[in-house]
């Protein structure tokens, strides 16, 4: 078996007001997962809903991460939004502050950052971008971890400045043959038991099916679902079931093997 324990992580408070979306509230899921994405603002999130996100990843030891994205509301962070490299880690900056306060409120500290969605994607293929964000993380958070996508400039540039880094299998999401994610605006409801096949194969075999019907190698260490996927409950525990059932052991980062 290629892993035999492994973190499972979740985009959350994704909502802004009275604005929702997904079938499933988070606090079921927080009890279900060892890692949570907190959206920080510019895609989604709204302080009150940082606040109880926060509050309630720390009452269930789950390790507390921000989610940063373009400041993009309207188009939930999926649009990509031209600005210097600079610029764009300044906006990173200012979410994981609003973050880490908030962590730092209810006695937790700040475990990852990952950023969101268009801003995920472009740091994967913008070498600029990734340096100057891990020059951040260095400076500010050089213990906290970086989830990203295996072989993207993000992890490349974490492993060049010693940042701790988390690689990412996403299990509700469709790969290309370039092992970069298909994003589908309109997704429907997935079959959840065809999604707990998928992430027991990657774990033992290190291998995905892509949309061609292709298979391809994904290394990772962190399996990352979304909140706003219909049916994630039904996801996740699903998942757990299967893991569990192959001796896969979930655990928070802290305890996995990163090299």
């Not at 959350?12 to 949570?36: K, P, Q, Y």
């Not at 606040?51 to 030891?61: I, K, Q, S």
Request: hydrophobic share 45%.
């Amino acid at each position: 078996m290629l892993l035999d324990v492994v973190d499972i992580n979740c985009d959350m408070g994704e909502a802004f007001g009275r604005w929702h979306i997904g079938d499933t509230d988070d606090a079921t899921l927080m009890a279900l997962i060892s890692s949570a994405n907190i959206a920080a603002g510019f895609h989604a999130g709204d302080p009150n809903l940082m606040d109880e996100t926060v509050r309630l990843a720390a009452e269930h030891g789950v390790g507390i991460g921000a989610h940063p994205g373009y400041r993009d509301l309207q188009g939930f962070g999926r649009r990509k939004i031209a600005g210097t490299a600079r610029e764009l880690v300044n906006d990173i900056v200012y979410q994981v502050g609003a973050i880490r306060e908030f962590a730092r409120r209810h006695g937790a500290s700040l475990q990852h950052v990952k950023p969101h969605g268009a801003l995920y994607m472009e740091m994967a293929v913008n070498r600029e971008l990734s340096q100057i964000f891990l020059q951040y993380m260095r400076t500010v958070a050089p213990t906290a971890f970086v989830f990203c996508m295996a072989g993207s400039e993000t992890e490349i540039a974490a492993r060049e400045v010693g940042q701790p880094v988390i690689r990412e299998f996403y299990a509700d999401r469709d790969y290309d043959d370039s092992g970069s994610i298909v994003f589908t605006r309109d997704a429907g409801r997935p079959d959840a038991a065809a999604i707990a096949r998928k992430v027991v194969r990657a774990c033992k075999e290190g291998r995905v099916r892509t949309v061609t019907g292709s298979d391809i190698d994904i290394a990772f260490e962190s399996i990352c679902f979304h909140s706003d996927t219909l049916g994630a409950l039904d996801i996740v525990r699903l998942m757990r079931e299967a893991l569990a059932a192959e001796g896969i052991r979930i655990a928070p980062v802290s305890q996995l093997k990163t090299n």
